[in-house]
C-alpha cells in the first residue's frame, strides 16, 4: 500500500487487487498475527474485518496457514462477530476485489493495532488550518470507533 513506508503507516500493509495475489498472500501474513482487512468500497465499518485465528497458538508457527485454520472474525460496521475457515474468508472476502482495479477493487491488509480500544483522534482541517479535533472511541467490548457501532465521539474546537 502507498501509506506503509510514510512515518504513520505500517510496513507489512499490503495492497490486493486480484483473486490470486490474495489468496497467494494472506494465509502468509495472517500466520503471523491478527489482522485488519479492509475493503475500498463502504463506510462506517461496513466490509473492514478483524481477523484473528480461533487457535491463537498458531500464530508464527508455519509461514503459510492451511485452508482449514479456523478463524474469528469482527466487522467494524457494528462489532459482530462471525466463524469461517481461511479458506471460507478467502472466498467470502473476494467480493471487494470484484471488477478489478479500475472498478474500485481492492482488499487492504495490514496487522491489528490492539491499542485501538484507546480511541482514534482525526483532525479536520479546511485548508491547512484545523478546525476540529476528534475523539473517537469505541464502546465498550467493541473494537470499532464508528458512530454506527456504538463508539462515543468527544469534539474538540
Known amino acids: 500500500a502507498k501509506i506503509a513506508p510514510l512515518r504513520t503507516g505500517l510496513p507489512d500493509t499490503y495492497a490486493?487487487?486480484?483473486?490470486?495475489?490474495?489468496?497467494?498472500s494472506f494465509p502468509t501474513t495472517l500466520?503471523?498475527?491478527?489482522?485488519?482487512?479492509k475493503q475500498n468500497?463502504?463506510?462506517?465499518?461496513?466490509g473492514?474485518?478483524?481477523?484473528?485465528?480461533?487457535?491463537?497458538?498458531?500464530?508464527?508457527?508455519?509461514?503459510v496457514l492451511p485452508g482449514?485454520?479456523?478463524l474469528v472474525l469482527m466487522e467494524a460496521v457494528d462489532n459482530h462477530e462471525e466463524?469461517?475457515?481461511l479458506d471460507q474468508f478467502l472466498a467470502f472476502a473476494e467480493q471487494y476485489l470484484e471488477g478489478g482495479e479500475e472498478a474500485g477493487g481492492q482488499l487492504i491488509d495490514q496487522a491489528f493495532m490492539p491499542r485501538i480500544v484507546e480511541?482514534?483522534?482525526?483532525v479536520l482541517f479546511v485548508g491547512r488550518?484545523?478546525?476540529?479535533?476528534?475523539?473517537?472511541?469505541?464502546r465498550r467490548g467493541g473494537l470499532s470507533a464508528t458512530l454506527k457501532s456504538g463508539a462515543g465521539y468527544t469534539r474538540y474546537e
Open 16 to 24: 490486493y487487487y486480484d483473486v490470486q495475489t490474495w489468496r497467494e
Open 31 to 37: 500466520a503471523q498475527g491478527p489482522r485488519v482487512v
Open 41 to 46: 468500497r463502504g463506510s462506517q465499518g461496513e
Open 48 to 63: 473492514i474485518w478483524i481477523c484473528r485465528l480461533k487457535n491463537e497458538s498458531l500464530y508464527r508457527e508455519t509461514a
Open 68 to 70: 482449514d485454520t479456523e
Open 83 to 85: 466463524r469461517m475457515t
Open 119 to 122: 480511541g482514534e483522534i482525526r
Open 129 to 138: 488550518q484545523p478546525i476540529e479535533i476528534v475523539h473517537k472511541k469505541p
